[in-house]
């Protein structure tokens, strides 16, 4: 079956501009995620959207980030006034609903990445 | 917050040698999970471990979850060139609970 998918693929903008990345997550996916990877770096958490729930926005590094999830479905991750510092591969994943102990049942399965470059 | 460390950041090996890569919570988890990342892959869900002291196996991959359920390992026997990449501990503190705390990874590189 279809994974999760992201676009654009890569992504370079100008300093000031403004940026929107999308993600599709797996069909039947409730939980979805935003982290950004810096180059040879870890995985920081952005955000976190599970269902109808308010979404966990406690990783948004500034107010110039945010995010959407329409319909429990796509999700865009919106970068106002890009800096330098902004760039990165942003990734998006997306898991079934957390069972607890059942195996492999929170797995998040992640997207290819949106690579950003602000010059 | 919730931190979860990850030692060494980089390792480099000849092929055949084993290697080891550990983490550690400041919190007890409910669950640890690993992944591995290609060079210019994503992540990809290796295994998750719940009960404490578990430890399970995948071929010559061997994860354990330590009693406490605030450490994790992941030891690989022989490695292969197949082996190469970062490999990610992620950490969840509630039961059930979706968001997950990366590790900062371990880069394995392996000498042929």
């Known amino acids: 079956g279809a994974g999760v998918s992201q676009s654009p693929s890569n992504k370079v903008t100008e300093k000031g501009k403004d940026v929107e990345l999308r993600c599709d997550p797996i069909?039947?996916?409730?939980?979805l995620y935003w982290y950004r990877q810096s180059l040879g770096q870890g995985l920081e958490f952005l955000i976190y959207?599970?269902?109808?729930?308010?979404?966990?926005k406690s990783g948004l590094p500034s107010d110039r980030f945010s995010a959407e999830r329409t319909g429990g479905s796509v999700s865009t991750l919106t970068i106002q006034r890009t800096q330098q510092e902004d760039s990165a591969v942003y990734l998006c994943a997306s898991s079934l609903p957390g069972q607890g102990y059942r195996e492999s049942y929170n797995e998040q399965f992640f997207g290819p990445g949106t690579r950003l470059t602000v010059l | 917050g919730q931190q979860v460390m990850q030692i060494p950041q980089y390792q480099h090996v000849q092929e055949g040698e084993d290697f080891t890569t550990y983490c550690n919570s400041s919190t007890t988890l409910s669950n640890i999970q690993w992944y591995k990342q290609r060079p210019g892959g994503h992540p990809v869900f290796l295994i998750q471990l719940v009960k404490s002291g578990e430890v399970k196996k995948q071929k010559r991959l061997t994860f354990q979850f330590g009693e406490a359920k605030k450490n994790s390992s992941l030891h690989i026997t022989a490695t292969q060139t197949t082996d190469v990449g970062t490999y990610f501990c992620?950490?969840?503190?509630?039961?059930?609970?979706?968001?997950?705390?990366f590790g900062q990874g371990t880069r394995l590189t392996i000498n042929p």
């Open positions: 992620a950490g969840s503190v509630i039961q059930g609970a979706q968001k997950l705390v």
């Open positions: 069909s039947g996916h409730t939980a």
């Open positions: 959207f599970q269902g109808n729930s308010a979404p966990d």
